[in-house]
């Protein structure tokens, strides 16, 4: 079977349960696109070639014997450098953690491996999570499957420039700000940052505790919801894991669309993107019309705090963190990192709480606004990715620095603690443009439903970046 590099999670599992391929075969596609494109987008930081081959003959010899237990038996995926993974070095895109090999697997990664996924290895990932860019790592910058000269979008860079390079089909991020979501919609690929405590954080380094998201990234929202239904569900040793019982994803993906609510919030989101990216977004809420949906106007209150609140509890939490490391090695992290450590130590306990109350209220806001639509949508980035080392873009005449322009569509919904779900919608500038529909708490299967049947009427998630369209 030829191209099984380019198939999808779901696609490549019953690709291997079906006898077509074997794991082995999977495995070994992935790790020659890995060796030939990697440098191209720097996106793996670690590969273990030989334990994944090894491990895929043990999976062909279990679905052998006993048949395939699961529909991601056999699928190759990678972590972000920030989950913890048994005898493998985990960095968090540090020089800090340059050296560290953990004793144990994250409580994701060891879900995933129980469903009989293989792990290719660790991706990169902005330092310690710390932007959105990923062109801040100790092991370089992370380029986008598009354009080269620009960025993969962060912190998950990597998850989201070897998916879209078509290295793996499936990997693991995570989301304080937007960090599976902007990297997803930059390398024009699905990702999606679930309600706050659907996934266990334990075994994860951490950015911010109030805010940080696991989720998974892939091709389509039929592959996310697969990783979802493994990586879901409590787990003890995570004091913010919610007890909640996980809902049949893949049974409700096909619900109708028909009849669906969803509310359009224009001011902030849509009246600050590019003019173009506004228009491919309506574009795609088109679609949804033509399948029944109802588009209703709505506005979110005083959205426009979101930013400064969101950047409090970073500072404050992420400096607690880091505290002591920072007073032994200042040195070995980035300056970036290191400035945004420093000004923790100046916020104040008034603001942290001030931060926090805004984050409630968010929250109440929009469990209000979820009793009169279903669902939201926006786009995800108000601007396509920019170029590695940019600082300042231009929207519709102002300028505003890439940060936060980057995350002012994604950060409201980390601090709400909602779901989130991107999906590629069109290309400006050639390059990928994304749609996000956001839900109420634990309603993630909604999303997945709207976005599996946007993806079933548009073929986006499927375009390849220019480079590969070439070979």
């Known amino acids: 079977m030829n191209d099984l590099h380019k198939l999808g999670a779901m696609q490549l599992g ?13 495995v070994d596609a992935c ?5 030939r494109d990697n440098d191209k987008v720097n996106a793996f930081i670690t590969v273990i070639a030989e334990e994944a081959r090894a491990n895929a003959q043990s999976v062909d010899a279990e679905i052998a014997t006993e ?43 060891a879900r995933l491996k129980d469903a009989g996924m293989i792990m290719l290895g660790k991706l990169n990932t902005h330092e310690f999570a710390y932007g959105p860019t990923n062109d801040t790592s100790h092991f370089g910058a992370c380029r986008n499957p598009w354009n080269f000269d620009r960025v993969s979008g962060g912190s998950s860079g990597g998850s989201g420039a070897s998916i879209g390079m078509r290295m793996l089909p499936a990997a693991t991020g995570s989301d304080t700000g937007g960090s599976i979501r902007i990297p997803a919609a930059c390398c024009g690929i699905t990702g999606l940052k679930p309600t706050y405590g659907r996934i266990p954080r334990d075994g994860i380094f951490p950015l ?4 940080d998201h696991p989720g998974p990234m892939a091709r389509s929202v ?27 994803y893949q049974k409700l993906l096909n619900k109708e669309v028909s009849g669906l609510r969803i509310g359009i919030p224009h001011r902030h989101f849509f009246d600050q993107s590019e003019a173009e990216i506004d228009v491919l ?6 679609e949804f019309e033509k399948m029944g949906a109802r588009l209703i106007d709505v506005d979110i209150q005083y959205i426009e705090r979101a930013a400064a609140a969101a950047m409090a509890i970073y500072l404050a939490e992420s400096t607690a963190y880091h505290e002591n490391q920072l007073e032994e090695d200042p040195a070995l992290y980035s300056e970036q990192v290191r400035t945004f450590l420093e000004l923790g130590n100046h916020v104040l306990a008034k603001d942290y709480i001030h931060a926090q109350r805004y ?12 009793a009169k639509v279903d669902i939201l949508a926006t786009p995800t980035l108000p601007i396509v990715a920019p170029k590695i080392g940019q600082s300042e873009v231009e929207i519709r005449g102002h300028a505003e620095g890439v940060f936060s322009a980057l995350l002012r569509n994604t950060e409201p919904f980390n601090l709400a603690g909602v779901p989130a779900l991107v999906v590629p919608c069109g290309l400006s500038k050639l390059m990928p443009v994304s749609l996000q529909l956001i839900g109420a708490a634990f309603d993630e299967s909604r999303i997945l439903a709207a976005g599996h049947a946007f993806q079933r009427v548009t073929d986006w998630h499927t375009k390849l970046p220019p480079y590969l369209r070439e070979l």
Not at 14 to 26: P, T
Not at 281 to 286: Q, R, S, T
Not at 359 to 370: E, K, N, P, S, W
């Open 14 to 26: 019953a690709a291997i349960g079906s006898g077509e391929c074997s794991a082995s075969e999977a």
């Open 359 to 370: 984050r409630a209220l968010l929250g109440q806001q929009l469990a209000t606004l979820f």
């Open 281 to 286: 977004v309506h574009d795609a809420l088109i």
């Open 31 to 35: 790790l020659r696109q890995i060796g």
């Open 67 to 109: 048949g395939q237990r699961g529909p991601l038996q056999g699928v190759p995926i990678a972590h972000k450098d920030l989950y913890y993974t048994e005898d493998v070095r985990t960095t968090a895109g540090s020089g800090v953690q340059e050296d560290f090999i953990p004793a144990f697997d994250a409580t994701v990664v």
């Open 208 to 211: 911010c505790w109030t805010m």
């Open 222 to 248: 039929e592959d996310i919801a697969a990783l979802l239904q493994v990586m879901s569900g409590f787990n003890a040793k995570d004091a913010s894991s919610s007890p909640l019982p996980v809902p049949d």
